[in-house]
């Protein structure tokens, strides 16, 4: 069996001059990027370098919306309605599209940040307002999140392609929504746990939650946090163990 598969990495997230992830060099083994749009980091600057040095190493280029929250890193909740979600998550693929378009390439894809992409997971309606929003701005565009969501169901019933996302540097709940990074289990550290886990999730189709259960997966694209000071390494370590094991990295835009 054929397997093909892409890596992400959450990208362009500096601000000014706070420096955050080490993007020149995890662009190197990853096949898509999530690139922050300015509301929970990223700022026009860090944009513009962001999706220029993803043109020049061929990584297809997503954008990243989130909530307006830079103090927060947009990873607190925030009590906002559908209707203003929908308008945020336009407004920042705008703003990424057209660097994109500047530097003679495409918008591939969309994946909500944080608290956004958690809260979507289980909100039907906050899922469905950024689905809406998404279709609104291109139909095209392949929407990502976690399998089995809320925000998988709102996509297909928009009629958005829908990319199966699982996490390299993530533990899970039986539910197999992520454990909050609130508690001290929720990253995994182990780049030889990470890799073993990521194959199997794969090629078994399930990945071991926080309690020892398995959970059912699929898997499109797998992420690696670029703010994770591992995250290099866990990104070079997980292609090159796909790679010997006869799974093909490419973009989700050419296999979805």
Same mark, same amino acid.
């Given at each position: 069996?054929?397997?093909?598969?892409? /890596?992400?990495?959450?990208?362009?997230?500096?601000?000014?001059?706070? =420096?955050?992830?080490?993007?020149?060099? /995890?662009?190197?083994?990853?096949?898509?990027?999530?690139?922050?749009?300015? !509301?929970?980091?990223?700022?026009?600057?860090?944009?513009?370098?962001?999706?220029?040095?993803?043109?020049?190493?061929?990584?297809?280029?997503?954008?990243?919306?989130? !909530?307006?929250?830079?103090?927060? !890193?947009?990873?607190?909740?925030?009590?906002?309605?559908?209707?203003?979600?929908?308008?945020?998550?336009?407004?920042?693929?705008?703003?990424?599209?057209?660097?994109?378009?500047?530097?003679?390439?495409?918008?591939?894809?969309?994946?909500?940040?944080?608290?956004?992409?958690?809260?979507?997971?289980?909100?039907?309606?906050?899922?469905?307002?950024?689905?809406?929003?998404?279709?609104?701005?291109?139909?095209?565009?392949?929407?990502?999140?976690?399998?089995?969501?809320?925000?998988?169901?709102?996509?297909? =019933?928009?009629?958005?392609? !829908?990319?199966?996302?699982?996490?390299?540097?993530?533990?899970?709940?039986?539910?197999?929504? #992520?454990?909050?990074?609130?508690?001290?289990?929720?990253?995994?550290?182990?780049?030889? #746990?990470?890799?073993?886990?990521? #194959?199997?999730?794969?090629?078994?189709?399930?990945?071991?939650?926080?309690?020892?259960?398995?959970?059912?997966?699929?898997?499109?694209?797998?992420?690696?946090?670029?703010?994770?000071?591992?995250?290099?390494?866990?990104?070079?370590?997980?292609? =090159?163990?796909?790679?010997?094991?006869?799974?093909? /990295?490419?973009?989700?835009?050419?296999? #979805?």
């Amino acid at each position: 069996m054929k397997y093909r598969v892409d /890596i992400n990495s959450d990208i362009g997230e500096s601000f000014g001059v706070y =420096k955050i992830g080490m993007d020149e060099e /995890i662009v190197k083994y990853i096949s898509s990027a999530n690139i922050a749009c300015g !509301f929970h980091a990223g700022d026009p600057i860090v944009m513009a370098n962001t999706v220029e040095r993803c043109a020049k190493n061929k990584v297809a280029v997503g954008a990243h919306p989130g !909530f307006p929250d830079l103090l927060g !890193f947009g990873r607190r909740n925030i009590d906002v309605s559908p209707t203003d979600v929908k308008n945020y998550i336009i407004y920042q693929i705008g703003a990424l599209q057209a660097f994109a378009i500047s530097n003679g390439i495409k918008l591939q894809h969309v994946k909500a940040h944080g608290a956004l992409y958690n809260m979507a997971a289980t909100d039907e309606k906050l899922a469905i307002a950024i689905a809406e929003a998404i279709a609104s701005v291109n139909e095209n565009l392949i929407c990502v999140g976690m399998a089995n969501t809320a925000m998988q169901m709102a996509a297909e =019933k928009v009629g958005l392609r !829908f990319a199966c996302e699982v996490f390299a540097d993530r533990n899970i709940n039986p539910d197999g929504t #992520l454990v909050s990074r609130k508690l001290p289990n929720a990253i995994i550290h182990d780049e030889e #746990l990470a890799c073993r886990r990521v #194959l199997r999730m794969i090629k078994e189709g399930v990945c071991e939650a926080i309690d020892g259960s398995l959970v059912k997966v699929k898997v499109d694209t797998i992420c690696v946090h670029g703010d994770n000071p591992q995250a290099v390494e866990f990104a070079k370590r997980i292609k =090159k163990t796909l790679e010997e094991n006869g799974v093909e /990295i490419i973009p989700i835009g050419e296999f #979805l």
